[in-house]
């Protein structure tokens, strides 16, 4: 009965689209279209919404995340990191929407259907562009903090022997990065598929409930936050010196943190 059940269980099944010898995912490249819109009516709605009397309540929202995201570059980078705290909302945002597609109920036939719109951080195409992106360019800020052979000298810090580890480890931030989202946001949507696959019809409602609030609100939540932690991790890395007798700009005063209508600027 079991083995029978499971049978029924889909992995990585797709309506896709075939274009210039492609294969791309409807469903996936739909969610991430919709995601990007809701993102850009809120950045949007914001802005208007910005005032220096008595600020809306989303106008809060906005500035208490700055206000977080500020201290991560903070502590990760030093007063230059400034500079990336609207990637750092904006990823943050990005994820955090891209993750909670999963509560809209938009399968056509509940149960035995997909999603219209599902959670497009659950396919590894999305977390592996995100991931590159930020990896590419923290490179390109530690080839500009670092100059040509400070660049390529770090990697054998502290010794000349790790520099082999030292260059593996720098190709498999991307993969790390891909996976610890995507592995997540993944495994919890295959997890429902299993309990309401698996379990009577009368239990699998309340469940349903529980588990996407528990999976899909909380963990996808504390993913954006990972995810836009470890950017502002390598972004620190990739701007630290390594020589003794430079002086990092992380010991000067920090600066305040950004306003709300300076992050949408």
């Given at each position: 009965m079991l083995f029978a059940a499971a049978k029924t269980i889909s992995v990585g099944e797709h309506p896709y689209w075939h274009l210039a010898g492609l294969t791309i995912d409807e469903d996936i490249v739909l969610g991430t279209l919709l995601a990007a819109a809701i993102?850009?009516?809120?950045?949007?709605?914001?802005?208007?919404?910005?005032?220096?009397?008595?600020?809306?309540?989303i106008q809060i929202v906005?500035?208490?995340?700055?206000?977080?995201?500020?201290?991560?570059?903070?502590?990760?980078?030093?007063?230059?990191?400034?500079?990336?705290?609207?990637?750092?909302?904006?990823?943050f945002l990005f994820?955090?929407?891209?993750?909670?597609?999963?509560?809209?109920?938009?399968?056509?036939?509940?149960?035995?259907?997909?999603?219209?719109?599902?959670?497009?951080?659950?396919?590894?195409?999305?977390?592996?562009?995100?991931?590159l992106f930020v990896i590419?360019?923290?490179h390109v800020e530690s080839f500009r903090a670092r100059g040509f052979r400070g660049y390529f000298r770090h990697y054998a810090q502290p010794f000349k022997a790790l520099a082999p580890i030292n260059v593996i480890?720098?190709?498999?931030?991307?993969?790390?990065?891909?996976?610890?989202?995507?592995?997540?946001?993944?495994?919890?949507?295959?997890?429902?598929?299993v309990m309401l696959t698996l379990l009577p019809i009368y239990v699998t409602p309340p469940l349903e409930i529980v588990w996407k609030f528990f999976d899909t609100g909380l963990l996808g939540t504390i993913q954006a936050f990972i995810f836009t932690l470890l950017t502002m991790l390598y972004f620190g890395f990739a701007m630290s010196h390594d020589e003794p007798n430079e002086v990092h700009e992380a010991h000067?005063?920090?600066?305040?943190?950004?306003?709300?209508h300076e992050v949408l600027q």
């Open positions: 993102f850009l009516g809120l950045g949007f709605w914001m802005r208007k919404k910005l005032t220096d009397g008595v600020p809306s309540k906005w500035e208490v995340l700055t206000e977080q995201v500020s201290e991560l570059a903070d502590s990760a980078i030093g007063p230059q990191g400034r500079r990336f705290v609207p990637v750092g909302v904006t990823l994820i955090l929407i891209s993750n909670w597609l999963d509560f809209l109920p938009t399968a056509l036939r509940p149960g035995q259907s997909g999603d219209i719109f599902p959670a497009p951080t659950s396919d590894v195409n999305l977390p592996l562009a995100m991931a590419v360019w923290a480890e720098e190709i498999t931030k991307p993969i790390t990065l891909t996976f610890r989202l995507f592995g997540n946001i993944f495994s919890g949507g295959l997890m429902l598929v000067e005063p920090a600066a305040p943190a950004p306003l709300a």
